[in-house]
Structure formats: C-alpha cells, structure tokens
C-alpha cells in the first residue's frame, strides 16, 4: 500500500495557531497541511519563531489548534475533551525533552514506571517494562541511581527509556541533544536512528541541520507556514545560518 492509499499516523489539515500579543495577533502556525507516515524518520525544522515549537505542542497533544484539524491515527485530537486527551497522549505519544524532564526524587527505574503507572499497569508489570527499555538503552545497571547521580547522557537515556515505556504511536524528540557534548549528542542521535530501523516513527524537532541530517525526510517551516517538505538530503531542507537567532514563538 502506498502513501496514496495509507491513512496517515499523523496529519495536519490547514492548521492555524494564533495568539494574542497586547494588540498583535501572532500566528504561529499558518494554514499547515502535511502527512506523516508508520515508520517515518522526520524533522521538523525552522529559524526561531518559525512556529516549529507550536507545531510539535500540537503533534504532542499539548495544545490544540486555533482552527483546522489534527489527526493522529485518524482520530480528531482537536474533539477529545482534556482527560480523554491526557489518556490518548500517555498512550499513543513518548516524549523526549532537551532538559530530560525526569524526576529528582525518584530513581532511574521509578521514572521509567510513571508513564505505566498512568496507564494503569500493575506494579509487577511496570517493573518488567521498565526494565526491558532501562536494558535496551545500556542503564541496567542504574535502576537505583537517581538523576543527579548521572551524567547529562545517561539522563537523557532514561528519558529515552521513558519515552518508549509505553510502546507509543510516535515518538516526539524536542532538541534531545541540546544540553549534551558532542560526543555524547551522536550517541543520542544514534539510539533514535536504531529506534527507527526497529520500525519506530520518530519525529525530531530541530533547528540544527547536522541534527536534522539524521532523519530522511525535513519540513522546515518559515513564519508558521511550510516552506520545504522533502529529503533531508536536498539541499533546500537546511535552514539558513543567518536565521538562527532569536526567541521561538511558543
């Protein structure tokens, strides 16, 4: 079945985002239709305030359109009340943030747990999970260390580990190597590449090009409009030096 005939996993259909700012009505996301496909690697990238962080609010179920639609697995994000769009977010969606978002008090297998937990799986049952992601990220050997005890890629790791606790729909990096070395950035990288060979659908969230290199296919974005839908390999998917300065329209 091709792209013609297969419902998408996730779709935009003339998606507006707009916000008031004193008397300036900002439109962060201007009128976006695209399709991403099971299985796809892709970055969404753009200049700061080119609208790339309201878009993957919206993909992630932490936000919703002003008008048009978003669809994720067919369903129609935009209609779902707020508790059915919690549930429908822990289950479908897995999250990986630049600052790793893991909590301090709890250790490196209770982090991974907390999405399960929501999820309503039983104690016995979390642990497994738990364990089998901690293990497929390299942290077997530190369920009892708690955040502060790691180092920025480790922690990242876990968040990597949490984000897939739950066996999610897509998978949502933001910036996930923002706050790590260079180094240890290419092993982030290389962990979601594996991801995807798996059959993952991971979408990346970047306004670096040497990032956004790893997925195959970009949409960068310009003033909340799509500017670029392609290879990552075409040299048009690359945002310009020059252009990366600024504050991100949120």
């Given at each position: 079945?091709?792209?013609?005939?297969?419902?998408?996993?996730?779709?935009?259909?003339?998606?507006?985002?707009?916000?008031?700012?004193?008397d300036t009505i900002v439109r962060a996301a201007d009128d976006i239709s695209l399709k991403i496909f099971?299985?796809?690697?892709?970055?969404?990238?753009?200049?700061?305030?080119?609208?790339?962080?309201?878009?993957?609010?919206?993909?992630?179920?932490?936000?919703?359109?002003?008008?048009?639609?978003?669809?994720?697995?067919?369903?129609?994000?935009?209609?779902?009340?707020?508790?059915?769009?919690?549930?429908?977010?822990?289950?479908?969606?897995?999250?990986?943030?630049q600052q790793y978002n893991l909590l301090a008090k709890l250790s490196v297998l209770d982090n991974v747990?907390?999405?399960?937990?929501?999820?309503?799986y039983s104690k016995k049952e979390r642990k497994e999970r738990a364990l089998e992601v901690l293990e497929?990220?390299?942290?077997?050997?530190?369920?009892?260390?708690?955040?502060?005890?790691?180092?920025?890629?480790?922690?990242?790791?876990?968040?990597?580990?949490?984000?897939?606790?739950?066996?999610?729909?897509?998978?949502?990096?933001?910036?996930?190597?923002?706050?790590?070395?260079?180094?240890?950035?290419?092993?982030?990288?290389?962990?979601?590449?594996?991801?995807?060979?798996?059959?993952?659908?991971?979408?990346?969230?970047?306004?670096?090009?040497?990032?956004?290199?790893?997925?195959?296919?970009?949409?960068?974005?310009?003033?909340?409009?799509?500017?670029?839908?392609?290879?990552?390999?075409?040299?048009?998917?690359?945002?310009?030096?020059?252009?990366?300065?600024?504050?991100?329209?949120?």
């Open positions: 079945m091709d792209k013609d005939t297969k419902m998408p996993l996730i779709e935009f259909r003339n998606v507006c985002k707009t916000y008031e700012m004193g099971e299985g796809e690697f892709v970055a969404i990238v753009g200049k700061s305030g080119s609208g790339k962080s309201t878009c993957m609010n919206i993909i992630g179920c932490l936000d919703v359109p002003t008008s048009g639609e978003y669809l994720l697995e067919g369903k129609n994000v935009g209609e779902m009340d707020k508790n059915a769009l919690a549930e429908f977010r822990n289950a479908k969606l897995g999250f990986i943030f747990c907390v999405p399960l937990m929501y999820a309503g497929s990220v390299g942290l077997a050997d530190k369920l009892k260390n708690r955040p502060s005890q790691l180092s920025g890629g480790q922690q990242q790791r876990v968040s990597i580990a949490r984000a897939l606790a739950n066996k999610p729909s897509v998978i949502l990096a933001d910036e996930p190597t923002g706050a790590l070395d260079s180094r240890t950035g290419r092993e982030v990288l290389g962990i979601l590449r594996d991801l995807h060979d798996k059959g993952n659908t991971v979408v990346l969230i970047t306004h670096d090009n040497s990032i956004a290199a790893t997925a195959e296919r970009v949409i960068r974005l310009e003033d909340g409009k799509v500017v670029f839908d392609g290879l990552a390999s075409d040299p048009a998917s690359k945002v310009h030096r020059e252009e990366a300065a600024g504050n991100e329209i949120q």
